[in-house]
């Protein structure tokens, strides 16, 4: 390494040893190697190696032999000791969680019991965790020093800003050992392997219902206090639901962005368009004395009445026949678009009763049997 001579006379000879990291070439610095002649650490920047010596100036240092980490004060030190036992005597009596620290299980509980002890003195807002109050004080201050260079967006914390990269870069570094699904956030790996745990930490107490995911909770807990905090401003109609609301709104834009690939029709839901999208591919319903097959069993249904001459009932507006009088009662709602199935929750209209069952289940977190 060229070694260049401190011209500045001023420095004690503690300090020209520093600064004599100055005076490197420029391909000596691209080696990024600064060395510590006390303890022997070696560091990439020439910041961090100041940092780390004048550590050895401090009287009660506390130095981790395993790690090599060093620390100002005994609390610290025992805090992270613990971090290599892996010693969590501090269990969740609610979902078994373990931690370290006993302040750390105080904030989890939180959790549970929905606590909110950190108020923001701006707005009045409360928060479970301090956390959670610092990053909203930025909302009021305006801070946010952390900036994306992809796409310039800016964040108040680096861990945001952290989240945010992986959706230009795809990357997902969680992985589920059981089934190899992988996840750009731990979160959503624990949350996803309740799945197959069967996990369900997050319970009502009003009714002892449990759930796997606490955005589940508090949206059943709304069944409870008929609570709709989801305002249409068109009509004024209100749901449980963001989702619920954004379905809705699209009744006053005529909005169907749900296209198929196949013909180019659009749709307003999902699942409207997963149903279309069986008439380009599916037809798995045959009939056995001519071979025809169909979308669907009603259709096959009405079909085997021509080779039986079994009585029809049909449709005056479009002509389709049916086997059933019910079946043709559910057709004219489509024409009529009767709809006198109420969801009691959310005040969701449906044509036939079996579609209000299955979209109650959406309020419950309850699976079909």
Request: charged share 25%; glycine share 4%; proline share 2%.
């Amino acid at each position: 390494m060229e070694e260049r001579v401190c011209e500045n006379q001023d420095y004690a000879e503690t300090q020209c040893e520093n600064n004599k990291f100055l005076h490197q070439s420029k391909e000596d610095v691209g080696k990024k190697s600064y060395h510590c002649d006390i303890k022997g650490k070696t560091v990439t920047k020439y910041k961090d190696i100041g940092e780390h010596k004048s550590l050895h100036t401090i009287s009660n240092v506390y130095h981790c032999e395993i790690c090599d980490k060093v620390f100002t004060t005994d609390s610290s030190f025992s805090s992270h000791k613990l971090t290599h036992k892996v010693i969590k005597p501090y269990c969740c009596d609610v979902c078994g969680k373990t931690f370290s620290q006993n302040s750390n299980l105080t904030l989890h509980i939180c959790t549970h019991k929905g606590e909110k002890q950190y108020q923001c003195y701006n707005c009045g807002l409360t928060f479970s965790c301090k956390d959670d109050l610092t990053v909203h004080n930025c909302t009021h201050t305006g801070e946010k020093s952390y900036q994306c260079d992809t796409c310039g967006k800016t964040f108040s914390k680096n861990y945001h800003l952290t989240r945010h990269i992986r959706t230009h870069t795809g990357e997902k570094p969680h992985h589920c050992d059981i089934c190899g699904k992988i996840f750009s956030e731990n979160y959503y790996l624990q949350r996803h392997k309740r799945t197959h745990s069967g996990e369900k930490p997050y319970h009502c107490d009003i009714c002892a219902e449990t759930f796997s995911r606490k955005e589940h909770l508090t949206r059943h807990i709304r069944i409870h206090t008929g609570e709709k905090p989801y305002h249409c401003d068109v009509c004024d109609k209100t749901f449980t639901q963001n989702s619920h609301l954004i379905s809705h709104m699209r009744t006053h834009t005529g909005e169907k962005p749900y296209r198929c690939k196949v013909c180019g029709e659009t749709f307003s839901q999902s699942s409207l368009l997963n149903c279309h999208i069986r008439t380009h591919t599916d037809k798995q319903y045959q009939c056995d004395i001519c071979g025809e097959a169909f979308l669907c069993n009603d259709d096959l249904t009405v079909h085997k009445c021509t080779h039986t001459s079994k009585s029809l009932f049909h449709c005056d507006i479009c002509g389709k026949s049916f086997s059933q009088n019910s079946r043709l009662t559910l057709h004219m709602r489509t024409h009529t678009n009767e709809k006198p199935y109420h969801c009691g929750i959310c005040g969701k209209s449906f044509s036939q009763n079996f579609c209000l069952t299955r979209h109650i289940r959406t309020h419950t977190d309850a699976k079909p049997m």
